[in-house]
């Protein structure tokens, strides 16, 4: 579900957050393309995920995991309503707010997590929590920013920064690639018990100087 969730919301966001950043002059016109575009990914993905749930489940041999998968497609939807949200905050050097929509959403997530082990729902730790992390996590970029971009979708301001997007997303999607192809491997070659074992064991020690970066 972790993997599903990184891949998911990177191609939610397609690079657009990144594009936007990167413009020498941020018009209107292109935050409003970019807020309907990230909407538009994210509605797909979202639907995709929906779909395509059981299918994951099967090519990993974990049937529980489509429940899981089919949760996270709202708070993904969320995400994208965000995106353009993130990138004025990161072009006007807001990264306390930032940094503070990350911590609130690593908060919730072990908050209702342990809440779900507590009453005895362990299957539904995991997916319980991410829906939490990445709904708190839009919601206080949504409160920070507190800007709806006006204005209909410009074919212009999409040509003008798609093609740094497009090539953004590609890299970021081959660096996750790289990143993840081991769980995916492992859970896939081993099962569920000896991925959970090997995830553990190789985010143990990396958990908490993470977090503090």
Known sequence: LLVVGVFASLLSQGGIPEALIQRDRL???????????????ATVVAGGLY???PFIAHAMGMPRVTLGVRLLCLPLLFMGTASVGNARLRRELR???????????????IAVALWLLANRMPAWSIPGGLVASF????????AADGRLPIGAPNLRAARDFGRFASTV???????????????????S?????ALGLYSIASELLRFVPNRFH
């Open 95 to 109: 990264f306390g707010a930032l940094a503070l929509a990350d911590v609130l959403g690593e908060v919730a997530f």
């Open 135 to 142: 709904t708190l996590r839009a919601g206080t970029i949504w």
């Open 51 to 53: 779909v395509g749930a």
């Open 189 to 193: 070659l081993l099962g569920a018990p």
């Open 27 to 41: 018009r209107p016109e292109h935050e409003a393309t970019g807020f309907w575009l990230s909407v538009g990914l």
């Open 169 to 187: 997303c590609g890299a970021k999607l081959l660096t996750n690639v790289s990143a993840n192809a081991d769980y995916i491997l492992v859970g």
